[in-house]
């Protein structure tokens, strides 16, 4: 296995093995935790092989800062756009609107962030369960792929996509942190992979046991930037040169390089969005 070192020294933090080609296919780079010093940090990242960053949408606030990237790195950054559960409230028929007219009227790689999250607050979620269900729709109706955020929702998610499944329905199950059974229920769709990110190098998720269960053609790698750093920046802001970290936990659970881990999951990513 390749040793991957990334410095933490800002001024020079270009990791001294970079020859690969990684994808991050799920980062928030517009976050405005990022405002300081974002060129830097994805240039960063380029330098250390995550060539690049698939941005998923929150709402209708993020779409500017978003398609600003996608114009600065034309060649590195690409976008989804969608509803994120977590945005869904009293105007979620306006915002549905806005997610249906940019899906139409521009080029996007999927449809995306969109799901169900019932850990934060359960009083809009028949309106989270519209909305994820008209998307996946669209998404079916414009043959791209969903990327699906879940939390505290596996059974009603589930659901959704049980009745939903058909040959034209394909994407990413977003920052998997469920059970072996819940991925091959998943997996079990068809077209589907598992997004894994920095929980999969906690010491006590267990992620790591269920991951070895399943084959490295079934899962893309991610950050959820600036979100769920990986160990040993764990608590801190991620970025998407963490990447390496998740890719060298990876290829320490199925014991092949990190170079074979880049070249599978990159080919598993590029399968899915097809950009």
């Known amino acids: 296995m390749v040793s991957v070192r990334i410095s933490m020294n800002r001024k020079h933090s270009k ?4 020859n690969m080609h990684l994808i991050d296919t799920h980062t928030h780079l517009y976050s405005e935790k990022f405002n300081e010093d974002r060129d830097e940090r994805i240039q960063a990242a380029i330098d250390a092989g995550v060539k690049q960053f698939f941005m998923p949408n929150i709402d209708s606030s993020s779409i500017e800062g978003m398609k600003n990237l996608v114009q ?14 977590c945005s869904v409230g009293d105007n979620v028929e306006e915002e549905l609107e806005i997610v249906e007219r940019e899906l139409k009227t521009n080029s996007y790689i999927a449809v995306g962030e969109i799901g169900i999250d019932l850990y934060w607050d359960r009083s809009f979620q028949k309106e989270q369960e519209m909305a994820f269900r008209k998307q996946i729709q669209w998404a079916k109706e414009l043959s791209l792929p969903i990327d699906i955020h879940c939390r505290e929702a596996f059974d009603e998610i589930l659901a959704i996509m049980d009745d939903e499944n058909d040959k034209n329905m394909k994407g990413v199950f977003h920052c998997f942190t469920g059970s072996l059974e819940q991925a091959k229920h998943i997996l079990d769709y068809g077209d589907f992979k598992l997004g ?5 190098t906690f010491k006590n998720s267990g992620l790591d046991k269920v991951v070895k269960e399943i084959s490295l053609d079934d899962i893309v790698l991610e950050t959820d930037a600036p979100y769920l750093a990986p160990t040993p ?8 040169v963490y990447l390496l970290k998740v890719a060298d936990k990876i290829s ?8 074979e881990v880049a070249e599978r999951t990159t080919k598993n990513a590029l399968e899915i969005f097809q950009p």
């Open 72 to 85: 600065k790195f034309p060649d590195n950054c690409l976008a989804m756009m969608g509803l994120h559960p």
């Open 252 to 259: 320490d659970i199925f014991k092949v390089p990190i170079a």
């Open 196 to 200: 894994i990110g920095g929980v999969v």
């Open 15 to 18: 990791p001294y093995f970079c």
């Open 233 to 240: 920046f764990r608590g801190k802001r991620n970025e998407s």
